[in-house]
């Protein structure tokens, strides 16, 4: 079983071993490397350090995730759509070729072994808010689905990254691997960037007593982070890893979500790897906040050397 540790250690445990210049560099190479518990040199280009301490160290990478696994190809697969997937358990299931019983017990397994953890729906049943009349078919079709986190960010990686090419790289072609990783690596790093702000997010409103937090989804609408206090406040947040600045035409979108789902929130939050447009920078006050990379030094402060943690896999 793997050992646990929450996401915000394993960031402060990764810091402690290996020193990264910037924020950008860290949260980029935490969201592969996070959960080895190696010595990672973050001077050099990652494209170089996945070659050298995952791609040509794969024979022994792969066996540990074979153990990890059972050998079972329910798990490989499984763990391979939720990687990739929207991480919603039934579309999952779908992809993995697997049904409600196979999949549940599969899902379980990876659970109970701590390599994955459920984040559960708030979405609200429309049958039991709908008292009068029917429902439209695909409401009715409609089923709310749980969604799943990965507990280390490096098995995320090997299962989404590594596992499609395996059989290639194991005779050292690495050339497919190569190509797929450099088109999708920013959408690769949203989801723990996400995770990152949710948690910087909840440091900030300390004080208040959180009754729930994490993304949120339905049929219709996702929105990243949406918080909710024991005084009812609503705090929401957008995340985007991206190459370019975020602008006011993405405030605006997300006010759209928040009015479609009646919400009125305390404050809106964007957290963004590469800043913010004048404009929408114009617009901060006691409502809008806006979070950049380097604003993530935050989850850092008072950090020793006792968090340094053992390593995973």
Known sequence: MLLSASLLQQFRSFYLRNYPDDMEILIEYFSIFGGLGWEVDTT????????????????MLHQKMKDMTLCQEENRRLLH????????IFSAFNKAGLNNGNGGATLNYLQE????????????????????????????RHRISDKVLFNKPFIRFWFYFVTPYRREIAKKDYTNFMENFQQKQNSFTSLVFEELSSILLNYHIRDSQIISSGSYWDAKIEIDILTVTDKDEVFVGECKWKNHKINRKEFHKLQDK?????????KTIFFSKRGFSKELTNMQDKNLTLYSSEDFKLLLKNISLDELILQFI
């Open 81 to 88: 759509s939720l990687a990739i997937g929207d991480r919603r």
């Open 44 to 59: 050099k280009p990652l494209i170089i350090l996945i070659e050298e301490l995952i791609l040509d160290k794969f024979d």
């Open 113 to 140: 072994s701590g390599i994955i953890n459920l984040e559960y729906s708030r979405e609200e049943n429309a049958k039991k808010s709908n008292h009068k009349g029917k429902l439209k078919r695909e409401v009715a």
């Open 258 to 266: 928040c009015e479609k789902l009646s919400l009125t929130p305390k």
